[in-house]
Nanobody, 119 residues
Framework: QVELVESGGGLVQPGGSLRLSCAASGSIFSIITMRWYRQAPGKERDLVAAITSGGTTTYADSVKGRFAISRDNAKNTMYLQMNSLKPEDTAVYYC?????????????WGQGTQVTVSS
């Protein structure tokens, strides 16, 4: 059994910063790729950023230069540092990870954390 738990969301003013965390727990053999997604009301869930086990990162064009994804492999935790936040960043943010359990990889999702950017 594997669980992903996000934290760090909240209400912030435009131009502010937040740091999201995604902690994985359970019978984990290895974590391969970890990703952050977001879903605004009435819209599809979109990929925000991704990071491989080796630390290679990719970002959506809308967040390049403002967001930074990182991971602590020893803690099975991924982070998303969000700076210069805009109202259009308002969404529920979800983490997703490809996790190997005893050599069998599978996709896992967290429950989501709300980020609201508003004055």
């Amino acid at each position: 059994q594997v669980e992903l738990v996000e934290s760090g969301g909240g209400l912030v003013q435009p131009g502010g910063s937040l740091r999201l965390s995604c902690a994985a727990s359970g019978s984990i053999f290895s974590i391969i790729t970890m990703r952050w997604y977001r879903q605004a009301p009435g819209k599809e869930r979109d990929l925000v950023a991704a990071i491989t086990s080796g630390g290679t990162t990719t970002y959506a064009d809308s967040v390049k230069g403002r967001f930074a994804i990182s991971r602590d492999n020893a803690k099975n935790t991924m982070y998303l540092q969000m700076n210069s936040l805009k109202p259009e960043d308002t969404a529920v943010y979800y983490c997703r990870a490809v996790i190997s359990i005893n050599g069998n990889p599978g996709n896992y999702w967290g429950q989501g954390t709300q980020v609201t950017v508003s004055s």
